[in-house]
């Protein structure tokens, strides 16, 4: 096992194990060496004791007290050894369950400021860690993490409120001068000069309208989903299609949980842009479904040829594939970049590949309901 799939905790354990088994193993040797250096030292009498002692001519006394000696030394040393190793193993397996424990309890600062960036959403921005326990690095680190919290929850407020009062404030003006130009353009006395100028007023207030709404609507899907329900992609593509009868689908039941409205103008999108980017050949099919990973939406179109390469950029804010910004009536530029920011706000994925002859094959895929 490498070291980067082994768990802090772990490691901890396996240290604190291990210093406990090396310290039990040179106790061990110690005893082992002091134990067999007394055993081997000499043993000393006094002159009156050895007269004392009748020792016989044949010296088996001698031999006798010497085997007998070694046999004794033999099984001290047996003894020590196996009570010492004895002694190492429950030192051993001590030391591995209070290494566990105090690893357990010096890492629990971490599990939980773990377990809140895993639950980090904008809709649980406003949980805080307030740990409690001395002054230490772990608490300063869970101070720095509930500041940062802090500090992107009063940054997601921001834009919520930014995208409430930009949604009123930049809709009303555009309104009333359309308004505005199309009363004046129903005066019948209206000189051909000036009705052109309002024709040309009228549509670049059109694409205003497109930009604001795209932009807005873009802002919208890239924030965290405060509800789900559950919705079915095949509905919401036949709802779409209403406004391009030229299309053909085929349509299978794919449920899958999130915002119907955002789901709504995702397809509608893709079914825009299809529509937008074609050719004389005039292809656009629509398909619904489900596989193994998920739901599935796919919207196939034919037109020019794109390369593979040029896929990531179409996806972008504003890229075109043959400019980067806006300046033309197709669009606004943020098709495709709605479409990827809803899905990925629904926790799904998009993906875009050429057509063989020329236009895109885009599928969207959501988990399923």
Request: hydrophobic share 45%.
């Amino acid at each position: 096992m490498s070291s980067r799939r082994i768990s802090v905790r772990l490691r901890l354990t396996l240290v604190y194990g291990s210093l406990f088994s090396a310290a039990g193993l040179v106790l061990v040797l110690a005893n082992y060496f002091v134990v067999r250096q007394m055993l081997h030292q000499p043993v000393r009498v006094t002159p009156r004791e050895a007269v004392a002692v009748p020792l016989p001519r044949d010296g088996d006394l001698l031999r006798t007290f010497t085997d007998a000696k070694g046999q004794y030394r033999d099984s001290v040393m047996a003894s020590m050894v196996q009570w010492s190793l004895l002694a190492t193993v429950i030192v051993g397996v001590t030391g591995l369950a209070v290494g566990w424990i105090v690893a357990r309890r010096a890492l629990a600062p971490l599990h939980t400021m773990t377990e809140a960036a895993r639950r980090l959403s904008e809709s649980t921005l406003h949980e805080r860690i307030a740990l409690d326990g001395p002054r230490d690095e772990l608490r300063d680190l869970a101070d720095t993490f509930d500041s940062m919290l802090e500090r992107l929850d009063h940054a997601f407020d921001s834009q919520r409120r930014f995208v409430a009062n930009a949604s009123h404030e930049l809709r009303t003006p555009l309104a009333i001068n359309r308004a505005l130009v199309q009363v004046s353009m129903t005066d019948p006395g209206l000189p051909a000069e000036i009705r052109a100028v309002g024709a040309e007023l009228l549509a670049a207030g059109a694409r205003q309208e497109r930009l604001i709404e795209g932009l807005l609507l873009l802002a919208q899907s890239e924030r965290e989903l405060t509800e789900r329900r559950p919705v079915d992609l095949a509905e919401l593509a036949g709802s779409a299609l209403a406004s391009v009868p030229e299309a053909t689908a085929d349509l299978s039941p794919a449920p899958a949980t999130g915002d119907p409205v955002l789901l709504g103008q995702m397809i509608g999108n893709l079914l825009d842009n299809a529509v937008k980017y074609n050719d004389g050949r005039a292809l656009v099919t629509v398909r619904t479904g489900r596989d193994r990973r998920g739901s599935v939406v796919t919207v196939e179109n034919t037109g020019r040829v794109v390369p593979a390469d040029r896929i990531e950029e179409l996806f972008e804010p504003f890229r075109r594939l043959d400019r980067d910004r806006t300046g033309s009536t197709a669009g606004a530029g943020l098709g495709l970049s709605i479409v990827r920011a809803v899905a990925r706000a629904h926790r799904g994925s998009v993906e875009a590949v050429p057509r063989p002859g020329g236009g895109l094959t885009v599928t969207v895929r959501l988990a399923p309901g």
